[in-house]
Structures are given as structure tokens and as C-alpha cells.
């Protein structure tokens, strides 16, 4: 499986400022901010990114080569419970997000703004920023890995997760889960073999403020792996993941 690493494109060495204009918009209809039984989140971002450099640049006031991009994300939750002492929860989440440049090539755009998959309120099967598209190192960077790929950030995203939570004790709970999703260049490259799967179990503790999670994430498929799971080393397919609240709400 390649190493996961942030793409070291031109950026690195070049430094810029981003102009970003952005709306967060929010609607929350549950019964309980902690452990919601029903009911549903959603999450509408949207951004635009030096589209007023560009504006400037086109007056010759300043000169201004860097994209225009904007970018938008849409994240949505829902819940449902099985049981009327509402202990037994069912979970989902869906989120999608895409990025386009429409002054300059999205490649150019830095890494840093693009979608990556992975880590403990993704999917949990990899770490942070370890999920999006492979690309080859150039020969001056390979030396810097033991290996010769990186992930790089996607134009667009597409992610899930269902869980099955479960609360006893009143301030105690478990929860099975399933992630899957990635990371594409853009919705052309959008394939079923290139969706990643996580599967795992997770524990909670819970306080007035904030639930206490620690999550173990396998994974079941593996986009960059074509090695049977049960011939591989557990950690080789597992992450921990230690977080407060759930992984989405």
C-alpha cells in the first residue's frame, strides 16, 4: 500500500496567499445534540477562492496568477432508533463534495484545499489524508519516502457511514460501523473498485459535554492492496482512532 503523504507539487517551494470567500449554512432537526435518536444534521459549505485577486488582476491593479476555484461540500446525517427505550440507534451519513477551477489548472491548485478521505470522523480503516488519488513521485522527492507513490488530494469526495449504536449503563456505549468512500481527481474517475471499505467496532464513554470514542477500523477493501485481507499483518489493515464526540452527528 503506498505511504500516505500530502502531494509535494510546485507549492512547496512556492509560497501564496489565498483570497476565500465562503457560506456555512446548517439545519438540525434531532432530539439530542450527544446521542441523537432521530431525526437528522445537515451541513451546506461553500467557498470561493481568489476570485477577487483575479478581478484584480484583470484591472491590472495587481498580478495574480494562482486558480480560481470554488468549492462546495455537502454533509448529511440521519438517525433512526430501534427500540422505544431509545438505547439502540441507527446512524447514517452521506457527504459529497466537489472542487472545480475556473481561472487556471486545478492542478496548480495546492493540496492542502483539495479532498482527501481517512481519519476518525471518515473512514477509519486509514489514517488522515490517506486517502485520494495515487500519483508518482518525481525523482527529485522519492528520496524523501521509501516509497514511490503519494496520495494526492481529489477534486471531488464522496463518503458514507452507517453505524449501529448501542448505550447501556447510562453512560457507556458501543458502536459497529461501516465506512466506505474516497477520494477522485474528478467525477469522470469515479469507479466502484476505487471505493474504500472500512468495517470496525468502536467504545464510548459518555459525559455531560462530549462523548469519549476510541475506534478500531479495518480494512475490508483496499483500493491500493490487492492482498487477500487474512494474509495481511493486522496492523497493516487496522487504525485506532481516539476522538471526542462521534464520528459524525
Known amino acids: 500500500s503506498p505511504t500516505a503523504w500530502p502531494l509535494p507539487d510546485s507549492r512547496l517551494t512556492n509560497s501564496s496567499v489565498l483570497s476565500t470567500i465562503g457560506v456555512d449554512i446548517k439545519s ?11 431525526g437528522y444534521n445537515l451541513s451546506i459549505n461553500f ?8 478581478i484584480l488582476s484583470n484591472l491590472s491593479v495587481l498580478k495574480s496568477d494562482d486558480p480560481s476555484f470554488y468549492k462546495g461540500l455537502i454533509t448529511f446525517a440521519s438517525y433512526l432508533s430501534l427500540g ?9 451519513k452521506f457527504k459529497v463534495g466537489y472542487l472545480q477551477a475556473y481561472y487556471g489548472e486545478s492542478r496548480d491548485i495546492p493540496s492542502a484545499r483539495k479532498f482527501f478521505g481517512g481519519g476518525s470522523n471518515s473512514i477509519r480503516g486509514w489514517r488522515s ?16 519516502v521509501n516509497n514511490s507513490y503519494i496520495y494526492s488530494g ?20 458501543i458502536s459497529i460501523f461501516l465506512d466506505y468512500g474516497n477520494a477522485f481527481e474528478g467525477y469522470s474517475n ?13 467504545f464510548r464513554y ?44
Open 28 to 38: 438540525s432537526k434531532n432530539d439530542n445534540p450527544l446521542f441523537p435518536t432521530r
Open 47 to 54: 467557498e470561493e477562492t481568489n476570485g477577487i485577486p483575479q
Open 84 to 92: 422505544n427505550n431509545k438505547n439502540t440507534i441507527i446512524a447514517q
Open 129 to 144: 489524508l490517506e486517502l485520494g488519488p495515487v500519483q508518482v513521485f518525481n525523482n527529485q522527492l522519492d528520496s524523501l
Open 154 to 173: 481529489g477534486n471531488m469526495l464522496l463518503e458514507g457511514s452507517t453505524e449501529l449504536r448501542q448505550r447501556f449503563l447510562e453512560n457507556f456505549g
Open 190 to 202: 469515479v469507479s466502484l473498485n476505487q471505493i474504500a471499505v472500512t468495517s470496525g467496532i468502536g
Open 206 to 249: 459518555y459525559t455531560a459535554i462530549a462523548p469519549f470514542r476510541i475506534d478500531f477500523g479495518f480494512k475490508a477493501y483496499d483500493p491500493y492492496d490487492n492482498t487477500p485481507f487474512f494474509r495481511r499483518k493486522l496492523f497493516d489493515v487496522m487504525e485506532f482512532h481516539f476522538g471526542i464526540g462521534e464520528a459524525f452527528w
